[in-house]
């Protein structure tokens, strides 16, 4: 981290947080922060005006939880493609309508359509943006409780920002990680994956398209408004990302995987690029966090790399916001907590989807044989079809609770039908909503953070008390009022 003093003029003013990265995570976590009243400044590389092509397009079922509580996730499903089943090399399908959730099914959208959602939402809650401003330093100040941003301006002009907080959500080649001097340890899985968007002539068979023989492997996913992306991937032709793709390299490979490439035509936008897995050993640095590709990075299958990014952002929003209004008696314990919690997340997703890219690309007989046999375990036990669709669309992920807590605590909890109305819309901008049995008003007079009481609609006893992020922090099936406040006051 740059240490020596700064030569840029430098604002007199300390904000609450700089957000480095206006990609979807940095956005939601700008947004989040700033609607709880936090000052945020958000810096991006890039100039506002941004292609409208991109490398995401699936939004699972958790994150359309998340985008649900801000309200979001109803325009975002008009602009896509709901996926409600997936069939994976002939041989296994995932019904996602198995999911216990009210979105049921994949999103394919491509990722400019959130990003848009989530900076209109931002830019409404006051959020300020400094776009092609680039981040070239960092300088901690222990003393002041306080982190200084090295700001390069367009023009080639020179500033420095001072926040209490920074979050890096600036990729994979972030440079909050490069100024912290944090290794990125990891290795490359598939090199030189070819990527296009274009027409087909023919209408595949099934919404999501994927399979692969020994030497390809093609995945087709329409966006809904007659355009599809192609993922391709030759194991005899591999050159550098670097070296320009076209689409007859793209047909030439689907061919091959699929056995026809549907006439594909029209190409928008074609590239190359090759899938790491990777991941930095803390999220937090002192005042400096990590969140999304710029803390893990991991193969594309399963389509779970911006999701997750968005699921560190909702879980790190609400604890900064917390902190910063004085909401807590420990915040150093409650913002430690963000790396505990999603660190070994990003490593689960890290092997899970790196065990899909191996078994997509799979060399040998005995490889291959390999995944004939996963595939017909899955297709044969119901139960772990349903334990991979929840991890995979992110509903199964839980939090380790502390020992003797309630089993249902660190569980995501489902969108409950109760007395007040729908769980996720109570969650609201940073509430927590405290569940507890019909006739149990008593709650204190001034909670230390926003809260909700709601009741169930039935004879239920249980009590919940759920984070902001819907994650249930508290359970007790016989509470009492005591134990009622003591919970909401911890």
């Known amino acids: 981290m740059t240490t020596t003093p700064s030569t840029a003029p430098e604002t007199t003013d300390v904000i609450d947080v700089i957000v480095v990265g206006a990609g979807p995570t940095g956005l939601l976590l700008a947004g989040d922060l700033a609607t709880q009243g936090i000052s945020v400044t958000l810096v991006e590389r890039r100039p506002r005006q941004k292609s409208n092509l991109t490398r995401a397009f699936a939004v699972h079922a958790r994150t359309l939880e998340v985008l649900d509580s801000r309200g979001l996730a109803d325009e975002l499903i008009g602009t896509g493609t ?16 198995r999911l216990r959730t009210r979105f049921p099914y994949v999103l394919v959208t491509p990722q400019y359509e959130l990003e848009h959602l989530l900076e209109r939402r931002a830019r409404t809650a006051g959020v300020r943006f400094r776009y092609e401003t680039e981040l070239t330093g960092l300088r901690r100040h222990p003393a002041q409780e306080s982190v200084t941003a090295e700001l390069r301006e367009p023009g080639g002009g020179r500033a ?39 027409r087909l002539a023919e209408k595949p068979p099934g919404l999501l398209t994927v399979s692969g023989r020994r030497d390809a492997f093609a995945f087709i996913a329409p966006f809904g408004d ?7 991937w030759s194991r005899t032709h591999q050159p550098a990302d670097s070296e320009p793709v076209d689409l007859d390299e793209v047909r030439a490979i689907t061919r091959r995987a699929l056995g026809t490439d549907y006439g594909m035509h029209d190409a928008r936008w074609v590239s190359r690029f ?15 966090f990590l969140a999304g590709d710029a803390a893990h990075v991991h ?91 929840g991890m995979v669309s992110g509903i199964a992920i839980a939090y380790r609770a502390p020992r003797g807590a309630h089993p249902l605590t660190g569980k995501r909890a489902p969108d409950l039908i109760l007395r007040e109305g729908r769980l996720h819309q109570l969650l609201g901008e940073g509430s927590f909503v405290l569940v507890a049995p019909a006739g149990t008003d008593e709650t204190p007079a001034a909670p230390p953070a926003p809260l909700v009481h709601a009741h169930w609609r039935d004879g239920r006893t249980t009590a ?27």
């Open 160 to 198: 420095a920002l001072t926040a209490r907080y920074l979050v890096g959500a600036d990729g994979i080649h972030s440079a909050v990680r490069r100024e912290l001097g944090l290794p990125f340890p990891g290795r490359s899985v598939i090199r030189s994956m070819a990527l296009a968007d274009v």
């Open 464 to 490: 919940l008390l759920v984070r902001p992020d819907g994650y249930i922090a508290w359970a007790s099936d016989r509470p009492d009022p005591a134990a009622l406040r003591a919970a909401v006051a911890q």
């Open 82 to 97: 709901t996926v409600t089943s997936m069939r994976f090399f002939g041989q296994v399908s995932f019904d996602l309508d």
């Open 299 to 389: 193969s594309p299958a399963g389509g779970q790399g911006m999701n997750t990014g968005l699921q560190d952002a909702a879980n790190l929003s609400w604890k900064l916001a917390a902190v910063l209004r004085g909401r807590t008696a420990d915040p150093e314990a409650l913002l430690d907590s963000y790396h505990t919690e999603r660190h070994p997340v990003g490593t689960a997703v890290i092997r899970s989807s790196g065990v899909l890219a191996r078994l997509a690309v799979a060399r040998t007989p005995l490889q291959r044989a390999a995944r004939g046999a996963a595939a017909r375990a899955l297709s044969l036990c119901r139960p772990a079809a349903d334990r991979a669709m």
């Open 274 to 288: 090759h899938s790491d897995e990777r991941q930095v050993p803390s999220y937090r640095t002192g005042r400096v």
């Open 226 to 232: 007659g355009w599809y992306r192609v993922m391709a």
